[in-house]
């Protein structure tokens, strides 16, 4: 009973000494050793309790916040990228180019990871960038660079996209496409953003958007739904056409040319018998005169010509198709609810087809119904704050109290109660005295043995002693309960001294 008692009062003061102690919440971990090593030297020339379990460091629940804010205006932890102050330890003295582009891209790096790493979302990020420089003797060498990122979330298409490009704008050279986003699961991000399924579900998504918002302003909120399906052409085209018009003749150039010719001849007569006579006419002479005039002309004619180059790249919607479903007008009291008119219906398609740039000569469809919504049954548990929670208790410190009670229950119970109680019933017991002579002393000879007088005056159960013998037995028998009684202590007198022996021993220890 000593050694129970002793262990639970043990164990009474370490649960006490459990609950007294402050609940330690989760300050910072994940940390470097150097960053772990300049929280901890900071928290203790605050004096602060903490606790370092593993790569997390633990303190009081209550002061976690306010050491959070305290340690950031003091730049801690700090970040293991450093930046351009890396150019402030180089001096002109001993410093190669090399060593400078060296110094000159890893402060870069560090730049690049200390932006990245500002953003919420994301714990910690580290850049690299593979640059060769100017090299004469090397053509077509592109920049390249990859982000590794440590993220408390998943990093979507659209941010991993502008990381490439924040990456891009900072190195001369450097196209977004070379820039590669990794992940701490180390999967590569926004790989396939700039396809052709994936810009038609952003285009999808942003049509969706645009409808949802134009019918919630007229029938309320949560009373339309808009579904827009867009089918994209994920082929691109390049289209060159060339055109000749004979008709459409167009003069270039004219060329004219003139030529005149004019000739006069005299010529003589024919020979005749009068030309040989003396004074005969002789004279048969004739005069004869030529002109000529010719005239050219060239004129150079180009056929008109007509040249055309279309380039349809990937993305270009298809087709489209839009479904609409409104919900009906609420009547009051216990009436049905009522459609909408055919009227309104109509005015809400043509808002529609406005939003989305309909076009029936594609093919697009829009189907826009009013029907009655089912309500929605409310799902799991509401999120209201409790009694406990309002208290801002920890959860922990209530079972550690909670555990404290029900030991300190049990130790009154089963071993304190008992041992009082077992005190309290000893000590009522009372001493037996002899008829005649002195009180016994807890030694009984068997030859002084002598019984006590057993008369009705000593042993009267109105006298406080020993009870009647007919309190034991039978009331309606006729023999006298004191010879019976008699009777019965001669019978076993050896079994009688025994019990008055226990008796005296137990009220001597008690005594």
Not at 41 to 59: D, F, H, K, N, T
Not at 65 to 92: F, H, I, K, V
Not at 279 to 299: F, K, L, M
Request: proline share 3%; hydrophobic share 40%.
């Amino acid at each position: 009973m000593i050694l129970a008692t002793v262990a639970m009062f043990a164990a009474v003061l370490g649960l006490a000494r459990m609950a007294s102690q402050p609940s330690m919440s989760l300050l910072y971990s994940g940390l470097e050793n150097g960053q772990a090593g300049e929280i901890v030297s900071a928290l203790e020339q605050r004096g602060v309790v903490y606790e370092v379990r593993g790569g997390s460091i633990y303190v009081e629940g209550g002061s976690r916040d306010e050491l959070r804010m305290t340690l950031a205006s003091e730049g801690l932890p700090r970040n293991s990228s450093q930046g351009y102050e890396l150019l402030d330890s180089l001096s002109g003295f001993g410093t190669t180019s090399q060593m400078f582009d060296a110094a000159y891209w890893r402060a870069k790096e560090g730049e690049l990871a200390r932006t990245i790493a500002s953003s919420p979302q994301i714990e910690s990020a580290r850049v690299h960038i593979a640059h060769q420089g100017a090299n004469p003797f090397q053509r077509d060498l592109r920049p390249t660079a990859s982000i590794s990122l440590s993220t408390s979330g998943d990093i979507s298409a659209a941010q991993a996209k502008a990381l490439r490009y924040l990456v891009s704008s900072a190195v001369a050279g450097l196209s977004p496409d070379d820039v590669a986003v990794i992940d701490d699961a180390g999967e590569l991000v926004g790989a396939t953003e700039d396809s052709g399924t994936t810009a038609g579900q952003d285009r999808a998504q942003e049509l969706k958007e645009k409808v949802q918002r134009l019918l919630e302003a007229r029938v309320g909120l949560g009373n339309a739904v808009v579904e827009v399906s867009v089918d994209t052409n994920n082929e691109s085209e390049s289209i060159v056409e060339r055109r000749f018009d004979p008709e459409g003749r167009v003069a270039i150039s004219t060329d004219t040319e003139e030529r005149s010719n004019s000739s006069k001849n005299s010529e003589g007569g024919d020979v005749t018998v009068a030309s040989n006579l003396p004074g005969g006419d002789a004279g048969g002479r004739g005069t004869s005169s030529n002109q000529n005039s010719e005239t050219r002309e060239r004129v150079n004619y180009e056929v008109s010509e007509t040249s055309r180059e279309v380039v349809r790249a990937a993305g270009a919607i298809r087709r489209l198709t839009v479904a609409v479903l409104v919900n009906g007008i609420a009547a009051v009291g216990d009436a049905d609810p009522v459609a909408r008119t055919e009227a309104e219906l109509g005015e809400l398609r043509e808002l529609v087809e406005s939003a989305v740039g309909y076009d029936a000569a594609r093919g697009d469809v829009i189907t826009l119904k009013s029907m009655q919504f089912e309500p929605l049954s409310q799902l799991g548990t509401s999120s209201d704050q409790g009694f406990i929670a309002g208290m801002n208790l920890d959860v922990m410190s209530l079972v550690q109290m909670a555990v404290l009670a029900v030991v300190a229950l049990i130790l009154g119970l089963f071993v304190i109660r008992p041992v009082l109680t077992g005190r309290a019933g000893a000590a009522d017991v009372p001493l037996l005295e002899g008829g005649n002579g002195p009180v016994l002393n807890g030694e009984i000879e068997d030859d002084d043995f002598s019984l006590p007088d057993l008369s009705m005056g000593g042993f009267g159960g109105d006298d406080g002693g020993f009870p009647m013998m007919g309190d034991f037995g039978d009331s309606s028998s006729s023999d006298d309960p004191v010879v019976k009684l008699q009777s019965l202590i001669e019978e076993r007198k050896d079994e009688t001294l025994e019990i008055l022996r226990s008796w005296l021993e137990e009220s001597k220890e008690t005594a």
